[in-house]
């Protein structure tokens, strides 16, 4: 198999290649379910007939074994498209408005319509779930779309540029590959949506130029330790929760809180757990894949011989092969580092409280973890705090959890996606009504001279409450509009409206 060559897409071609996008949209094909589904199909068969290309790229851009793809990449991909597939026609179907005696006759409808040409910026990470996840979302909306994946995966991002050509239709579906100055570039035009998947310092670039154009911008994970967890499971899985794509997760637990009396246990299980996954050490296991690129190893490791706290396991490193061992520092002050790695700092605190009091300091996160078999531990973190996302017992998987939105709050990001809400993120609600004329005996009092009457009639529609004493009742102005409403549509369906 061979990968081609990463090329940036020449910065003169970028402008034409959004307006023959935009000329695409326009022809109005996607608004077809068949050709949605259509080309949701040829996205699903991309990712199927090209599985061992992409576990190559993966490989060449971050070492990453096979499996590892296909269980957090290749996986959900999938599973996205075959939801959206079996769901673009329902999704897609108008939704009349809950029913009101003010407004019933006029047909109240929600037309779900695609948002036009929109933009994909996904990080190095995660980048086939992170790329073509959304896209799964964005075609079922019916737009246009442009890809712009990681230029730190150049791999991954010159094979998906010819992938995306052969199997998808190139008037509406594009890759547009390079780096700072490709983006900025891309960020001078107008987008009908930009989702963008990445750390908040881009991010705020983004929405800068966003602003400007008006375009929506769509894209740290704190974990609470109970010492009455199920210690070998909440080790087990928090360290695959950190060391997988080692530590290169968006939502990666980024910090963990543990009661001063029960650090030593914690971390004593913690290094049990990673012995287990890699027994003849990290660096020779081919289950274990590496930091992106020298300048985010230099970073990583810049943390590491900086730290105050004090490394309990790991912290061996190779500049040659960008490894960093998995890595648990002790008695981290609370600070605001991000590392994207394979290091977990653990903070020691008294108890939950102070817990809480170190996470509410921050900006909320795009995650949050709590390990506790205690029903009332687990509901006084998840009621006290707020994040993108609280999971109990696991970390990362909610991710891939069909049903489940994926997306952060305030500064964690805006926008959601994921099954029917990446589907939502990209479609636009238009209102509709069709008003028949008889409706004027019900909503006459609108036109002028106002009279006493008109205003009366008017100050009827208000919304009746309760009254104080709990008991219920119709009012005048309910009894007048169902017997308007009766007579209305019976001229209606004399007229051959009803079911129009």
């Known amino acids: 198999m061979t990968i081609p060559k990463f090329t940036s897409t020449p910065i003169d071609e970028i402008p034409v290649i959004r307006e023959n996008l935009r000329r695409g949209f326009r022809t109005g094909k996607s608004k077809s379910i068949a050709y949605r589904k259509q080309q949701l199909l040829a996205l699903a068969y991309m990712i199927k007939d090209n599985a061992a290309r992409l576990h190559e790229a993966l490989n060449l851009d971050l070492h990453r074994a096979p499996s590892e793809t296909n269980f957090i990449e290749i996986f959900p991909s999938l599973a996205e498209a075959k939801e959206a597939y079996d769901s673009v026609g329902k999704w897609s179907k108008p939704e009349r408005a809950h029913w009101s005696f003010n407004w019933f006759a006029m047909n109240p409808t929600i037309r779900k319509?695609?948002?036009?040409?929109?933009?994909?910026?996904?990080?190095?990470?995660?980048?086939?779930?992170?790329?073509?996840g959304p896209l799964s979302g964005a075609i079922a909306a019916g737009n246009a779309c442009v890809l712009k994946p990681s230029e730190l995966t150049p791999a991954y991002s010159a094979l998906l540029a010819e992938l995306v050509s052969q199997y998808l239709d190139p008037e509406m579906y594009t890759v547009i590959n390079g780096a700072v100055p490709e983006v900025t570039e891309m960020l001078k035009l107008q987008w009908d949506h930009i989702l963008y998947t990445g750390g908040a310092?881009?991010?705020?670039?983004?929405?800068?130029?966003?602003?400007?154009?008006?375009?929506?911008?769509?894209?740290?994970?704190?974990?609470?330790?109970?010492?009455?967890?199920?210690?070998?499971?909440?080790?087990?899985?928090?360290?695959?929760?950190?060391?997988?794509?080692?530590?290169?997760?968006?939502?990666?637990?980024d910090y963990v809180l543990v009661p001063r009396s029960f650090v030593d246990t914690f971390v004593k299980a913690c290094i049990e757990s990673?012995?287990?996954?890699?027994?003849?050490?990290?660096?020779?296991?081919?289950?274990?894949?590496?930091?992106i690129s020298p300048g985010h190893f230099a970073r990583i490791k810049g943390l590491l011989d900086g730290t105050k706290g004090t490394i309990a396991y790991g912290g061996s490193t190779n500049p040659d092969t960008k490894f960093i061992e998995p890595t648990l520092v002790v008695?981290?002050?609370?600070?605001?580092?991000?590392?994207?790695?394979?290091?977990?700092?653990?903070?020691?605190?008294?108890?939950?409280?102070?817990?809480?009091?170190?996470?509410?300091?921050?900006?909320?996160?795009?995650?949050?973890?709590?390990?506790?078999?205690?029903?009332?531990?687990?509901?006084?973190?998840?009621?006290n705090t707020q994040s993108g996302a609280c999971v109990a017992n696991d970390c990362i998987v909610h991710y891939a959890t069909e049903g489940l939105p994926f997306g952060g709050i305030g500064p964690s990001g805006s926008g959601m996606q994921g099954g029917k809400f990446s589907f939502d993120t990209f479609t636009h609600f238009r209102a509709t009504l069709d008003n028949p004329k008889w409706v004027d005996i019900i909503l006459g009092g609108r036109y002028a001279p106002f009279t006493p009457k008109k205003q009366a009639s008017i100050e009827g529609m208000f919304p009746s409450f309760p009254p104080r004493d709990g008991s219920s009742r119709w009012s005048p102005w309910y009894l007048f509009a169902a017997a308007a409403a009766t007579v209305g549509v019976v001229l209606t369906k004399r007229s051959g409206v009803v079911g129009a």
């Open 331 to 383: 008695g981290v002050k609370n600070d605001d580092s991000e590392i994207f790695g394979p290091v977990l700092p653990i903070i020691v605190v008294e108890d939950v409280d102070e817990a809480l009091e170190i996470v509410n300091s921050r900006d909320h996160p795009l995650a949050l973890y709590v390990f506790s078999k205690d029903a009332a531990y687990k509901a006084k973190v998840f009621d």
């Open 113 to 132: 319509e695609a948002k036009g040409v929109v933009l994909i910026i996904s990080p190095f990470n995660y980048p086939i779930t992170l790329s073509l």
């Open 201 to 253: 310092r881009v991010a705020s670039i983004i929405l800068g130029a966003a602003a400007k154009t008006l375009t929506p911008l769509g894209g740290k994970s704190p974990v609470f330790i109970d010492p009455k967890c199920d210690l070998k499971m909440t080790a087990k899985r928090l360290m695959w929760g950190k060391s997988t794509n080692a530590g290169q997760t968006c939502i990666a637990p």
């Open 274 to 291: 990673l012995k287990e996954f890699f027994p003849d050490g990290a660096e020779k296991s081919d289950s274990y894949a590496r930091v």
